[in-house]
Nanobody
Framework: QLQLVESGGGLVQPGGSLTLSCVAS????????MGWFRRVSGKQRELVAT???????EYADSVKGRFTVSLDNTNKKVYLQMNNLEPDDTAEYYC?????????WGQGTQVTVSS
């Protein structure tokens, strides 16, 4: 079992920056990867970025060069630094943790990019 709590969402103007944080608790010693997904109302949840405990990283094409994912494996935290935000980045952002028995999700944090 894994519990995930996100923080850091909010309202930001286009071109601005935000950093999302997610802390894991529970069976954290078996975490294989952590990452971020997002969902726009009425659409399916989509990949933003993931990182394994071995350091392998994957980004969605739409965020490459603007977003950076990082993992504090000691404290079981994952971060998403988001720069040059665009209105299309507006979504509910979810933290995901991967254990041998499957995926676990946080409750989400809203990011709104608007002037």
């Amino acid at each position: 079992q894994l519990q995930l709590v996100e923080s850091g969402g909010g309202l930001v103007q286009p071109g601005g920056s935000l950093t999302l944080s997610c802390v894991a608790s529970g069976s954290t010693w078996t975490i294989y990867s952590m990452g971020w997904f997002r969902r726009v109302s009425g659409k399916q949840r989509e990949l933003v970025a993931t990182i394994t405990t071995g350091g392998r990283i994957e980004y969605a094409d739409s965020v490459k060069g603007r977003f950076t994912v990082s993992l504090d494996n000691t404290n079981k935290k994952v971060y998403l630094q988001m720069n040059n935000l665009e209105p299309d980045d507006t979504a509910e952002y979810y933290c995901r943790g991967e254990l041998p028995d499957g995926y676990y999700w946080g409750q989400g944090t809203q990011v709104t990019v608007s002037s």
